[in-house]
């Protein structure tokens, strides 16, 4: 499984980005697929995450109400729609994915990795 990150860059507080994250080499198969990030210092933490065979989708309380993950199955693409960010959100975001059931948002939850974009908000 191969995981693509973009659309990370530099906002203002209170703006959006719009990240992307392209998957290919797993046959389509229904997945869990998650972002994750990780700011200097800190450790890797979930923000949401979506399982793709039905669209459930789960998120972190921090992010709750800002931020929306979405999927299109058609380009194998999962989307992490970003509004009204914060300072706190600069962080290197990632794209995780695995085919275990139910789907979580811990780290060790998930086998494949992107190798991230960074958002920085000032």
């Known amino acids: 499984v191969q995981l693509v990150e973009s659309g990370g860059g530099s906002v203002q507080v209170g703006g959006s980005l719009r990240l992307s994250c392209a998957a290919s080499?797993?046959?389509?198969?229904?997945?869990?697929m998650a972002w994750f990030r990780q700011a200097p210092g800190k450790e890797r933490e979930g923000v949401a995450r979506?399982?793709?065979?039905?669209?459930?989708?789960y998120y972190a309380d921090s992010v709750k109400g800002r931020f929306t993950i979405s999927q299109d199955n058609a380009k194998n693409t999962v989307y992490l729609q970003m509004n009204s960010l914060e300072t706190e959100d600069s962080a290197r975001y990632y794209c995780?994915?695995?085919?275990?059931?139910?789907?979580?948002?811990?780290?060790?939850?998930?086998?494949?990795w992107g190798q991230g974009t960074q958002v920085t908000v000032s």
């Open positions: 979506i399982a793709t065979g039905s669209g459930n989708t």
């Open positions: 995780a994915a695995d085919f275990r059931v139910p789907c979580g948002l811990r780290r060790d939850a998930y086998n494949y």
């Open positions: 080499g797993y046959g389509g198969s229904s997945t869990c």
